[in-house]
C-alpha cells in the first residue's frame, strides 16, 4: 500500500486528533456527491455519551464528492479526520480500478475500541445506532460483532436478523457466510489483524471476508434494531459486475474463506459443490451469459 494513501487532511493537530474515541466509524466514498451529505448527517446526529471519530476515505471523486467533505472535514474537526487519496493509487482488480486501498487505508487508521463501516452512499436511521451496539458490545464481552437490521433500497421488509437480541457462537452460524448488511454492523478493533491476513487483499469483495473473519474471533449479536439504510448503487463493485462475473467470485471468495479462516475442509468442499450446482443451473442448462 503506498505511503501517501494515509496523509490526512488539515494534519493530525485537530481536536479530533487528540481525544481517545470510544467508536471509529469509517466512510469510504467515490462519486458520492448527491448521497455523502446525508451519510455524514446521520452520523453527525448520534446520540452517545463516549466520544467517537468519523474517518473518511475521499478516493479521488470527480463529481464534487471531495470538495463537500473537505467542507466537512473544516466544519468538524473535533470529529472528522479526513484522507484525500491520489487516483494513482488505485488497486486494479479484473482491469479495473477499485476502492480497496481506501477501504484498507481507513481501517488501518481506526483508533476506536470498537469500528462501524458505512458507504458514503448509505446512511443511518436511527440516532442512537451506535449507542444501542456499544451497550450491547460491552454488555457481551465475547462477542466480536454485533449487527442490527437494514432496510435494502427497494425492499418492503428490513433485513430479517432476528427478532430478539441473541448470542451465537462460531460452531452454531458455521453456514452462515453474511448476516444483516456491513452499514448495520459494529466491530471489535481486530483491523490490525484483519489487514495481516491475506485474505484483505485476495478476495473479491470485502463485507463477506469481514463477517467471516470476525464469527471466527468470538460470538456474534442479532439485534432487531433497525439502524441503517443501503442503497443499491449501479455503479458499485458488485452491481455493475456480469452475473457470471459475480458468480465467478464466489468461487474465488469460497477458495480464499478456506485458506485464510475457517480452514475446514468439509465446509469449503460443501459450499463449492452448492455454489457448482448453482452455477451449472444458471450458465449451462439455462444458457445465460449475462
Not at 102 to 111: I, P, Q, S, T
Not at 160 to 187: A, N
Not at 252 to 280: C, E, G, I, P, S
Amino acid at each position: 500500500m503506498c505511503e501517501e494513501i494515509n496523509m490526512e487532511y488539515l494534519g493530525d493537530t485537530k481536536p479530533i486528533n487528540h481525544s481517545q474515541p470510544l467508536v471509529s466509524v469509517c466512510v469510504p466514498t467515490f462519486q458520492h456527491r448527491p448521497y455523502i451529505s446525508q451519510c455524514l448527517e446521520s452520523i453527525l446526529i448520534q446520540k452517545t455519551d463516549f466520544p467517537f471519530e468519523i474517518l473518511i476515505g475521499e478516493d479521488f471523486s470527480t463529481d464534487g464528492t471531495r470538495e463537500i467533505c473537505m467542507s466537512y472535514a473544516e466544519k468538524y474537526p473535533e470529529k472528522i479526520r479526513l484522507f484525500l487519496r491520489d487516483g494513482k493509487n488505485k488497486f486494479i482488480r479484473n482491469g479495473k480500478k477499485t476502492g480497496r486501498y481506501n477501504h484498507l487505508g481507513l481501517y488501518k487508521e481506526a483508533r476506536g475500541k470498537y469500528v462501524c463501516i458505512i458507504d458514503g452512499d448509505d446512511y443511518w436511521l436511527n440516532p442512537e445506532k451506535l449507542s444501542h451496539e456499544v451497550e450491547l458490545m460491552e454488555k457481551f464481552p465475547e462477542a466480536s460483532i454485533c449487527i442490527t437490521q437494514t432496510q435494502i433500497e427497494g425492499v418492503s421488509t428490513p433485513t430479517k436478523v432476528t427478532e430478539d437480541i441473541k448470542l451465537y457462537t462460531p460452531k452454531e452460524l458455521k453456514y452462515e457466510f453474511y448476516k444483516g448488511h456491513i452499514s448495520g454492523w459494529m466491530m471489535r478493533n481486530h483491523m490490525d489483524e484483519f489487514l495481516a491476513n491475506p485474505i484483505s487483499i485476495k478476495a473479491p469483495v470485502l463485507d463477506n471476508p469481514l463477517f467471516n473473519f470476525y464469527k471466527e474471533k468470538g460470538k456474534v449479536i442479532l439485534s432487531p434494531e433497525l439502524t441503517s439504510f443501503y442503497r443499491k448503487n449501479p455503479n458499485g463493485t458488485y452491481s455493475s459486475n456480469s452475473r457470471k462475473r459475480n458468480q465467478m467470485d464466489r468461487f474465488y471468495l469460497n477458495w480464499h474463506l478456506y485458506q485464510h479462516v475457517h480452514k475446514d475442509t468439509l465446509l469449503y468442499l460443501r459450499t463449492l459443490l452448492f455454489m457448482a450446482k448453482r452455477y451449472f443451473a444458471n450458465f449451462v442448462f439455462n444458457k445465460t451469459t449475462a
